[in-house]
């Protein structure tokens, strides 16, 4: 018998390839492919990224650069305060023949600004000691002053009755008023007296 031919399997045909790979790793070969793309891609937006950073700076640098240079203000002095001084007010009472025995006055300024700070009592021994007024009047602009003596030492004609002391604000000297508001004898007997301010003379010192 003819001995049988054995049955030679055809030589395995080498695989067909895509891209390089075999059919079978055709799909792993494109995710790996894009893989690479995209980390191509995301290493150019990084690379792309920085560059438009350095540019930005750059531009902002150039840009202050060619800023015209500001001019440096001196710093600016508060405003000059106003002037302050200190003066006296003489306040009189001219009571005619008759002796005066006490009094009331208010005292204002229709210019100028001032405070009163502090009160004295005036030229004649009846009335020598500080007058009566309210302490809430110091550091304001009015003040009301009164005063009185049931003694028989008594002054007549005009006397000074108060000295009162006044901070002044400013280059104008305040245009004062005074209002006589009582003047009466020892008996109580209204008199027909009047009052007038006078710049008090500068204490020599």
């Known amino acids: 018998m003819t001995p049988r031919q054995a049955k030679i ?43 438009m950073i350095v540019v930005v700076a750059v531009c902002c640098v150039l840009a202050h650069a060619q800023e015209p240079a500001k001019t440096l203000r001196p710093a600016e002095t508060p405003t000059t305060q106003a002037a302050v001084r200190f003066a006296a007010v003489d306040v009189y009472v001219d009571s005619g023949e008759k002796p005066l025995a006490a009094y009331q006055f208010e005292l204002t300024a229709k210019t100028g600004s001032f405070k009163i700070v502090g009160v004295e009592g005036g030229e004649h021994a009846a009335f020598a000691p500080p007058p009566y007024y309210d302490p809430a009047a110091l550091s304001r602009d ?54 007038a301010w006078a710049k008090a003379p500068a204490e020599k010192e």
């Not at 399997?9 to 790996?32: I, N």
């Not at 108060?162 to 002044?168: M, N, Y």
């Not at 009582?182 to 007296?193: F, Q, R």
């Open 142 to 195: 009015r003040i009301i002053i009164a005063a009185f003596n049931t003694g028989t030492d008594l002054p007549t004609g005009k006397t000074r009755v108060a000295r009162i002391h006044v901070r002044i604000t400013g280059n104008e000297d305040p245009e004062y008023v005074v209002k006589l508001t009582v003047a009466a004898a020892a008996n109580g007997e209204p008199l027909s007296a009047t009052a």
């Open 9 to 51: 399997a055809p030589a395995h045909e080498p695989p067909t390839l895509v891209g390089g790979y075999p059919k079978h790793e055709r799909r792993s070969a494109c995710w790996h492919s894009v893989w690479h793309r995209l980390i191509a891609g995301a290493n150019f937006a990084a690379t792309l990224s920085a560059a």
